[in-house]
């Protein structure tokens, strides 16, 4: 059992930066691929990043290349997602999830997800 809580969301403008952070509670964290998701008003939950169990590896969508990043620290059970030059589109409720790397970009390959957490970037 993974237990994930967010936390580093807030109001920036656009420019800005902000870095979430994700908590895992358990001992057994590096073995899971970590995720971020997010979740726009009237949208359906896009993928944004992912990361291996080990860190080594990353994967971005398209439109946040760039300007994202994901990392881990799995001594800390830690996953982070930096945003950097953010865009009032960018506005949404960001949330980590715990999973299956190889299937990144789709939701039914993670177990575990956190309680979700407010991003708004005005304009």
């Known amino acids: 059992q993974v237990q994930l809580v967010e936390t580093g969301g807030g109001l920036v403008q656009a420019g800005g930066s902000l870095r979430l952070s994700c908590a895992a509670s358990?001992?057994?964290?590096?073995?899971?691929?970590m995720g971020w998701f997010r979740q726009a008003p009237g949208k359906e939950r896009e993928f944004v990043a992912a990361i291996s169990g080990s860190g080594f590896t990353t994967d971005y969508a398209d439109s946040m290349k760039g300007r994202f990043t994901i990392s881990r620290d799995n001594a800390k059970n830690t996953v982070y997602l930096q945003m950097n030059s953010l865009k009032p589109e960018d506005t949404a409720v960001y949330s980590c999830a715990a999973g299956s790397y190889s299937g990144r970009y789709s939701q039914s390959a993670y177990g575990y997800w956190g309680q979700g957490n407010q991003v708004t970037v005005s304009s």
């Open positions: 358990g001992r057994t964290f590096s073995i899971y691929g």
